[in-house]
């Protein structure tokens, strides 16, 4: 990163700050600038673009979004003692870098974004990301006012988002994701990457707002997904039940005896709309 920004390696800013990496905040550096790089471009073309970006740390993901032509990059780090050494990145970088001292999980992205499309790219804190990204799906209006989102999870959350229905990984982010989006894996990240290494691999998903997902409330697809998934050993009039149950399920033409995991996004969809009516 030297070579392409002239900014000390991240190893050094981490020891001159004391930035130990702490679990409670869910926190592992990402310190390979060719990962780092790689992530960003990971989000597509980044020329003028604006970007958010969660739990940035020492800021090895930040330089190199902005080492790749961004206009601007906006960061959410709740952890002050992140703070100095990212406000030596928005010194060398001048008016494109603003630092938002805030928790993500209480932040208003669409605020932040304002009247532009932005693209949301973070190697998320591995407390926050799933509740973060459920966040982003079901903002509305829809579609939303992020481009893309480009987001790296433990490989597990991961495997979920994207999985398909009928498989062991297949569940409530599944269905979201599926709804709303075009969801891939990128690529994995090996735990030797980060300091301190985690316990677990990590993979980088890119998701892709839908323009016309199946019409459906978002708040009821939810709460649908939630006790579906939450009781998904068993059959859907039983996990069901306190949201109409066989009554339910057959005004949407799904067999009662099936289970959670053998629904497609759209019968969710369609169960989701009929939920009120019922």
Not at 42 to 62: C, M, N, S
Not at 69 to 87: F, M, S, T, W, Y
Not at 94 to 106: K, M, N, P, T, Y
Not at 200 to 214: D, I
């Amino acid at each position: 990163m030297t070579a392409i920004d002239g900014l000390p390696p991240l190893r050094d800013v981490i020891k001159r700050f004391g930035l130990d990496a702490r679990k409670s905040l869910g926190q592992n550096f990402l310190l390979d600038l060719n990962l780092t790089q790689k992530i960003a471009r990971a989000a597509g073309d980044l020329e003028g673009a604006t970007i958010l970006e969660v739990g940035p740390g020492p800021g090895g993901l930040t330089r190199a979004l902005l080492a790749n032509g961004v206009r601007k990059v906006i960061v959410i780090e709740r952890d002050q003692r992140c703070i100095p050494a990212l406000k030596e990145i928005e010194e060398h970088y001048h008016d494109r870098l603003d630092i938002v001292e805030a928790d993500a999980l209480e932040t208003d992205f669409a605020a932040l974004a304002g009247k532009e499309t932005v693209k949301v790219v973070s190697n998320l804190p591995y407390n926050i990301g799933t509740p973060l990204l459920v966040g982003w799906l079901l903002s509305e209006p829809w579609p939303p006012y992020f481009a893309s989102l480009t987001l790296m999870f433990q490989k597990e959350v991961a495997q979920r988002i994207v999985a398909a229905p009928g498989s062991g990984a297949y569940g409530r982010l599944s269905v979201l994701s599926g709804w709303r989006a075009e969801a891939k894996l990128v690529f994995d990240v090996p735990r030797q990457a980060f300091t301190p290494p985690p316990k677990v691999t990590s993979s980088v998903v890119h998701l892709t707002p839908r323009a016309a997902p199946f019409e459906c409330s978002a708040t009821a697809l939810s709460m649908l997904t939630q006790a579906a998934f939450g009781q998904r050993r068993k059959m859907l009039r039983q996990s069901l039940k306190s949201l109409g149950g066989e009554a339910l399920l057959e005004a949407a033409g799904i067999d009662a005896r099936r289970r959670a995991e053998t629904l497609s996004v759209e019968e969710f969809c369609r169960i989701a709309t009929l939920m009120r009516k019922t």
